[in-house]
């Protein structure tokens, strides 16, 4: 891998990746398969074995796979669906496309996730669902919320587009509730440019997600060109076009292989990053609670400007002059007009998503990541909070 010149810019979340994805890429080009076909259904069986439980739907995003699960589950409009208001926008916008309204419980402020105490005060006689996002790669407290949802008989979608190692009590997210959605973007841990995954117990259900995400069609697309001979389709329900192209999936197949060895990679940077941060005038995450894996997606610091003297947004732009990239994850949802104007959101409603989401900002953590890249990173945030 060739050395980075610090007077280069370190991007933000660039992915690691490798002559095998690169090689596997070409080969479905030469094959002339391009669009939905075995390198997606490959893809799909091993990310049903990489998690050890249920059955995989490949899709365009994580997006698709939050609102085709809930689809899926039959809300009707009017129905609500609880979820945190510390996220990105797209677990919001698909609980409106699903013809549903979304209600914000508070976040706990340590472990930045959904609050299930907040979400027992947030239930009417409408919930209908839940909708948690392991936040950075931690864990929802899941024996709290799948207790909530039996009391009050709801559902449950996972979204876990930080969360693809993370584990609970020795089970992987999204295997708890009755979907679970990652993300293969650009910036995840496993990474196809674009795409998602929907996982489920049940294979009926996995079928179901399949038949919406391709236009409702009765039959896979590349099933009906396959070498076993045309088959006719009946389109069974007003679908959407959700479906991963082979293209796609060729990259996520090697990326899915070397889960594992980026992830130990992630920890020693995490690892660096914690020692080197903790003098500083900054909040570090959290250690990762008991009986549970933190995927590492995310590294984020607090900037409290009475604490470090500066505000996060300052600090964005001095990284960025000096060559480091780095994110803000994120401010919280009733920040932003559309949903202020929409639902009424006010500020003060979830005040602790609130102060961390003008408060956080997320460093570089790919595997891709040098020592030196480490250090350069380490010692920008030092002169920046020392400036």
């Avoid at 259900?205 to 060109?225: P, Q, T």
């Avoid at 590492?296 to 001095?318: E, K, N, S, W």
């Avoid at 639902?343 to 030196?372: H, N, Y």
Wanted: with cysteine; aromatic share 8%; net charge negative.
């Amino acid at each position: 891998m060739p050395v980075r010149s610090k007077d280069t810019f370190l991007v933000f979340g660039s992915p690691l990746i490798e002559q095998a994805e690169i090689d596997e890429v070409v080969a479905s080009m030469e094959s002339g398969w391009l669009g939905t076909g075995p390198k997606v259904a490959q893809f799909e069986k091993d990310f049903s074995a990489y998690l050890g439980d249920g059955h995989s739907a490949a899709c365009n995003s994580c997006t698709a796979a939050l609102h085709l699960s809930l689809v899926a589950l039959g809300l009707q409009p009017g129905d609500e669906v609880i979820t945190t208001p510390l996220t990105f926008c797209a677990s919001v916008n698909a609980i409106i496309h699903a013809g549903c309204t979304p209600v914000l419980a508070d976040v706990n402020p340590v472990t930045q996730n959904i609050d299930p105490a907040s979400i027992r005060e947030k239930i009417t006689d409408r919930t209908r669902a839940i909708l948690p996002v392991h936040f950075a790669g931690r864990s929802c407290d899941m024996d709290d919320i799948m207790a909530i949802a039996r009391e009050f008989n709801l559902k449950v979608v996972e979204d876990c587009a930080h969360a693809i190692e993370t584990t609970y009590k020795g089970q992987h997210a999204g295997t708890f509730g009755d979907f679970g959605c990652f993300s293969f973007y650009v910036t995840k841990n496993v990474c196809t440019g674009e795409g998602g995954m929907v996982v489920a117990k049940a294979e009926e259900d996995i079928k179901n997600v399949k038949i919406l995400g391709l236009h409702g069609m009765s039959a896979d697309a590349w099933k009906r060109f396959s070498d076993e001979g045309y088959k006719h389709y009946q389109v069974v329900h007003a679908g959407f076009k959700y479906n991963m192209m082979d293209i796609q999936a060729a990259i996520g197949i090697h990326q899915l292989a070397r889960v594992e060895e980026n992830f130990k990679r992630r920890c020693e940077i995490w690892d660096m990053y914690q020692e080197a941060f903790a003098p500083m005038p900054v909040g570090t995450p959290a250690p990762e609670e008991p009986d549970t894996r933190h995927a590492r997606h995310l590294y984020t610091l607090m900037v409290d400007p009475v604490y470090a003297g500066i505000d996060r947004d300052q600090l964005l732009v001095r990284l960025n002059k000096e060559n480091i990239g780095a994110g803000v994850h994120y401010l919280a949802i009733p920040e932003h007009p559309y949903y202020q104007e929409r639902f009424g959101w006010k500020l003060e409603d979830t005040p602790q998503a609130v102060a961390l989401g003008r408060q956080t900002i997320s460093l570089p953590l790919s595997p891709k990541l040098t020592d030196d890249d480490v250090n350069d990173v380490i010692t920008a945030v030092k002169e920046c909070l020392d400036a």
